[in-house]
């Protein structure tokens, strides 16, 4: 027997483990991350996580604590956690204050324990409220938990999403109407996820609002429009040159893909990778 017979035995017994492909190396301008979404459905956190750090991807956004253990194994950030606030119901009704600051400030601590870089803040629904008062509101209550998320490190970032077609009656469906945010709690601490997707979606324009505002940008979601699907030649954005513009402007940040895929999930992850690593 030949010592390639004896291997090709063992391999085929289980006793030799095959062989790992190799980790991808990324050029490390831009700070890739991905959210579950575009695993598809079904599919372990272990197993996303296994193939996220295959990848080169360095973080994975909307994942709380209980997943930092998974998350920390396969040497990824927890890049954005979620869980203080809903979509319809944030923090600009002054009403839900007191319960959104009790969720929100020990998901700081837990955040900064874990070396998690930003947590999530949500205007939630107008409800009726003018973008004046909401706008107030917002500004309220993140000055009242900014000092200690300058203390712990931890940037709280207020997500861009658009009203027109998946968030009817979200507030912050505006970029100047979230810069102003930003600007009148003036912390370092305080910033937008700016979601590519949405923006699109409510202003275009994208390359030159992220030039014009980018100190004020802490996070980006890509996805591509329409369909928040896969960001290929079936959707509207040029999104190499989106990446492009970003990486120029020295942007320190992480960039995590939110889109949900029609194709092998692998396969276009590997893509979409590929486009931002400019």
Known sequence: MTRREWLTGLAATGAVAAPQEPKVTRKGRLKQCVTGGVFGRGMPLEDMC????????VGFDLRGPQDFPV?????????????????????????DHPAVEKA?????????????????????????????????????????????????GVTLCLELLNSKVNHPDYQCDHTAWG???????????????FDIYHMQIME????????????????????????????DDTQEMNYRGIARA?????????????Y????DAIKSL?????????
């Open 50 to 57: 296994r193939h996220a750090a295959r990848l080169g991807v």
């Open 71 to 95: 998350l920390k194994k396969y040497g990824l950030l927890p890049t954005m956690v979620p869980g203080a606030m809903t979509l319809t119901g944030g923090c600009n009704h002054k009403e």
């Open 104 to 152: 929100m400030r020990p998901l700081i601590d837990q955040a900064a324990a874990a070396g998690a870089p930003n947590v999530i803040v949500l205007s939630g629904n107008r409800r009726g409220i003018a973008d004046q008062e909401g706008m107030d509101n917002v500004v309220t209550f993140l000055n009242t938990v900014k000092a200690q998320a300058e203390d712990k």
């Open 179 to 193: 810069v102003e945010v930003c600007k009148r709690v003036n912390s370092p601490r305080v910033k937008l996820l």
């Open 204 to 231: 275009g324009d994208i390359i030159r609002t992220i030039r014009n505002n980018i100190q004020w940008l802490g996070h980006f979601h890509t996805a591509g429009n329409p369909g928040r699907h896969e960001m």
């Open 246 to 258: 970003i990486a120029d402007l020295n942007y320190q940040g992480y960039i995590a893909h939110e």
């Open 260 to 263: 949900s895929p029609v194709r």
């Open 270 to 278: 590997e893509e979409t990778l590929a486009i931002f690593d400019v």
